[in-house]
């Protein structure tokens, strides 16, 4: 059973930093795709930010320049430097995956339980 743990969440003051895990365990043959996303109340997910099996990322406008996302494929595992935070970045942060079982399956998507990030003076 594949399972995404996230951790790093918590409360900050505007322009402070968080930093995201999200490490994926069980069995499985591959990942391919990792990113992170996110639901503030009332509205729907979004994306934040993804990262390629070779690095290549993709960001959403309103993170550009402050957020920073990387990943340890040895580890299984992404991460989402936050910086300059604001209060529009209070949400829960979800993990996602693109993980293959075996090489006779395509990659599915898998996600995380969420975290909560608060971002309030």
């Known amino acids: 059973q594949v399972q995404l743990v996230e951790s790093g969440g918590g409360l900050v003051q505007p322009g402070g930093s968080l930093r995201l895990s999200c490490a994926a365990s069980?069995?499985?043959?591959?990942?391919?795709?990792m990113g992170w996303y996110r639901q503030a109340p009332g509205k729907e997910r979004e994306l934040v930010a993804t990262?390629?099996?070779?690095?290549?990322?993709n960001y959403a406008d309103s993170v550009k320049g402050r957020f920073t996302i990387s990943r340890d494929n040895a580890k299984n595992t992404v991460y989402l430097q936050m910086n300059s935070l604001k209060p529009e970045d209070t949400a829960v942060y979800y993990c996602?995956?693109?993980?293959?079982?075996?090489?006779?399956?395509?990659?599915?998507?898998?996600w995380g339980q969420g975290t909560q990030v608060t971002v309030s003076s």
């Open positions: 069980g069995s499985f043959f591959s990942i391919n795709a």
């Open positions: 990262i390629a099996f070779g690095g290549n990322t």
């Open positions: 996602n995956a693109d993980i293959r079982l075996s090489n006779i399956y395509y990659y599915t998507g898998y």
